[in-house]
């Protein structure tokens, strides 16, 4: 969204006049997770999507949940199913039957994001931050309103009740 040309040139009317644009869009990757308990989303920014990223989000979540047992509900990213990922997860729960492990990963089904709770956020932020993009001067400015949308909302909607029965999982 940001990063698009906007100007004027003065230039001859019987003359062509040709402006070199270079397409660089200022970009930032999110991970977020729903607490379905307390419908925050925890939200942290990488510079993209990756196995590296996901792993660190992954801790990131353990560090913030010491005490609970996590469920994953997430898409087919190829990163979501890399070795690193598998070979972090066995780490985690090593020797702890399905029913203990800290960390259990469920994938959606391919292509429905319908499925996706996370997919509802996103769109919440994203269409409370455009009512709001003519009046913000900088791209920093625009993550922060992002960040501070996210921070200062609950979460509560259809998509996220139908994983109700998980949540009680200790």
Known sequence: MWGDLNGYIWGRTDEEIIVPVVNERQKQTYYGAVDYLKGELILKQYDGGNSENTLNYLQYLLEQSPEQRLL????GAT???SQEIRAFL????QGLPTEQWRIHCVRFAPNCPSQNPI???WLQAKTWVRRFCALVPSFSHLKWMFEWFIGHTTFDFDSLQMYG????IK
């Open 165 to 168: 029965v998980f949540s009680e």
């Open 79 to 81: 990163y979501h199913r």
């Open 119 to 121: 997919e509802d956020i």
């Open 90 to 93: 066995d780490e985690v729960n």
């Open 72 to 75: 994953i509900l997430w898409d």
